[in-house]
């Protein structure tokens, strides 16, 4: 702060005053003689040309100009160091308030600011990922809970059609001379669901990768159980309605037999043929309204998944929204991890931007490869010049 203050001291801005005004007048003389005396060189040369003496006197003037031009500069010195050093003072205070000044305390809270804003942008990409791969395993178990029990179920279909086609076929094989048998058998068709079908009751769906080999055993284990009251209420239903329209259908299918039994063979065959017509169609019903209630029963287990589904969904999405995010601006910045990545920066550069530069353009964009390449070609002991039909060299020959 002393020095600071130090250059606003009256001594200071006495010097300003006392040594500016004749500085000045001094250099501009020095400047007027020296473009006029060069000015009267370019004369000469424009009416006359060239020659070995007038090249002489050219060297000569512009060695002057250049001591003049260092009288000059010794000449203002002690003036505009006293006005670098206030615009310094002006900018040195200025720059340490200046947030993009690395180093300043603005910049380091900044810093502070971009570290915490990056932490919290990493949180809640974490959480968003975190949500995802939850909502991902999420629908894997519904998907997998609804195939396991559609696989189930399949089986257990499987399992009733087997059974009442049983029924069927001892029906449709009912005579005259096996009626007793015939009956004594379908009577005995037990209603209640075979427990040996169930205990050794086994998924065939695919696993899917989001779950473990165990946490797909237990679903599989839970829907099982969870199916048991249903198939044992169904397979009761099932058979005990199959079985008892039979039942119920035996002694009037006997008088019908008989009937056949006691016919001509015209007769009989009518009869016959009413009979089995009858008894499809009764079939068809019958199967129709179980394929009914199968797709019904079907349609409501997937509208239940997808409620649930959709309710897990909004549920992580409400849980996802962070309290607090500052605010921020992200944006993309090239980190080079190997010199080959330099290449690949200017083969970008050239294809979006520098193939439509002009040469002159291009050789202030090139300015240091260019020099560097010109030092290489003016080495005395080892020059390297470039081969190729797009550059060519040329002699810059300067008077000494």
């Known amino acids: ?88 003072a002006y900018t040195s205070i200025e720059n340490e308030v ?8 603005p910049a380091k809270l900044q810093e502070i600011r971009n570290a915490y804003a990056a932490k919290k942008k990493e949180e809640r990409e974490a959480e968003n990922r975190r949500i995802y791969q939850q909502q991902l395993k999420s629908n894997a178990i519904a998907r997998y809970a609804t195939e396991v029990e559609d696989n189930l179920i399949m089986q257990f279909n499987g399992l009733v059609a087997a059974a009442c086609n049983r029924l069927v076929e001892l029906d ?69 309605t199959n079985r008892d329209e039979i039942i119920d259908r035996l002694p009037s299918k006997r008088k019908e037999l008989e009937r056949i039994a006691q016919a001509n063979a015209e007769e009989a065959a009518r009869i016959k043929a009413q009979m089995e017509e009858r008894e ?24 239940a998944a997808q409620k649930n589904e959709m309710a897990d969904l909004f549920s992580n999405a409400q849980a996802g929204v962070p309290e607090y995010q500052p605010k921020m601006q992200v944006k993309k910045r090239i980190s080079v991890l190997n010199p080959d990545g330099f290449m690949q920066i200017l083969g970008m550069w050239w294809a979006q931007y520098g193939c439509t530069l ?10 240091k490869q260019i020099t560097f390449c010109n030092r290489l070609a003016n080495d005395k002991d080892n020059p390297l010049l470039i081969q190729s039909e797009h550059i060519e060299y040329v002699d810059d020959v300067k008077a000494k």
């Open 98 to 105: 200046d947030p993009a000044k690395k180093g300043t305390v």
């Open 172 to 240: 449709r094989t009912l005579t005259i001379e096996n009626y007793e048998a015939t009956t004594a058998a379908v009577k005995a068709t037990d209603e209640e669901l075979p427990k040996d079908w169930y205990e050794n009751l086994r998924v065939s769906v695919p696993m899917p990768s989001a779950l473990t080999p165990e946490e797909a055993r237990q679903i599989a284990e839970d829907t099982k159980r969870k199916l048991l009251q249903r198939f044992t209420q169904q397979y009761a239903f099932e058979i005990s």
């Open 358 to 367: 002009s040469v002159d353009e291009l050789e202030k964009e090139f300015r």
């Open 1 to 88: 702060m002393n020095n600071e203050i130090a250059i606003f001291e009256p001594q200071n801005v006495g010097t300003i005053v006392s040594l500016a005004p004749q500085a000045y007048k001094d250099n501009r003389m020095s400047h007027d003689k020296c473009i006029a005396f060069g000015k009267a060189l370019l004369g000469r040369v424009n009416a006359d040309g060239m020659d070995d003496t007038l090249d002489q006197e050219i060297a000569t003037y512009i060695d002057r100009a250049k001591k003049t031009l260092r009288k000059m500069n010794a000449n203002r010195s002690a003036v505009t160091q006293i006005f670098d050093s206030i615009r310094s």
């Open 280 to 303: 499809r169609k009764e079939a068809q019903q019958r199967e129709k309204e179980r394929l009914e209630r199968e797709a019904k029963e079907k349609a409501e287990a997937a509208l």
